[in-house]
């Protein structure tokens, strides 16, 4: 299983989210504290975040290791945002080993990173994705269930349901057709939407803003674990949480 986090609040670096912290993603990619699914996370990496006025992000996604980039640690020092969406990989075995296939996953303001797997890839999503029109198929990035399950997301999210609804939906209905693990994160810049299903989240709030991630960044306070089947939403230095929903009935 790979490792994500989300930030909202006040405009940090991205060095100073993601390598400076003691356990934060960077270290979380060779020894990372609560993984219960692999073991390192070398397959690849991604970081979205927003600069200036700009409602599309910037990402920048690597196939290799974070810490084997050099380039990415100096971006990472001069770029700074009040909102970053990123993951390091663990590829599920059979999965694109590319880029393309690293999270987050976008499209216009959107930013989504899921850290889990779909059980009996390809042939268990048969009928999920037979609910998708054709063209939101082609548009997938790479051949990877990450990249499907941001289909069903977006189609939602363009069906007018809210970011939390969307990933709630999406979860209970791929884990009803498919079983599998489900922890997804999204925002769109203002606000972050996230998932835990099968795997494990935490949040923290301060006066700065909110991190959710897969698991602490430090052993200092104000953690606290999201229950599993939950969705989470934080927005306005608020955090809610409400129970997954049941799945669609045509998804099982
Ligand atoms: N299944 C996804 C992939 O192969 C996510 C992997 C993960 O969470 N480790 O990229």
Redesign the pocket.
Known sequence: ??RHIAYLGKSVSLADLLIAPAFGLFRQSWAPRQQQY?TINADGFGVGWYAGDDEVPARYRRAVPIWADRSFADVARVSRSRCILAAV????ET?APDES?AAPFSSGPWLFS????VNGWPGSVEHLAASLPASRLLEMEAP???ALLWALVLDLLERGEEPGNALGQAAADASAAAGGRYNFLLTDGHQIAATACGDTLFWRAGPDGVAVASEPLDDGPGWHSVPANTILTAAGGEVALRPLPAPRKDSA
């Open positions: 299983m790979c692999g990989r663990s590829a599920t999965m296939a899921h850290n889990g797997r990877v269930d990450s």
